[in-house]
């Protein structure tokens, strides 16, 4: 559960969108991506940025 509830935005890659076939594959890269952040859950996609909160 995080400590606080602020939303930090990570900027996806513009191949992830171009490779992506569906959302399905989309979430599933991004996913990918993301687990080169550790400390960050993705919540949602939007506008080519992850929105994260950040775990502890």
Do not use: T, W
């Amino acid at each position: 559960m995080p400590v606080n509830n602020d939303l930090y935005r990570v900027l996806i890659p513009e191949r992830i969108f171009q490779e992506a076939v569906g959302k399905e594959q989309l979430k599933m890269q991004v996913l990918q991506y993301m687990a080169r952040y550790p400390h960050y859950q993705v919540k949602s996609i939007q506008k080519g940025f992850a929105i994260c909160i950040r775990k502890e």
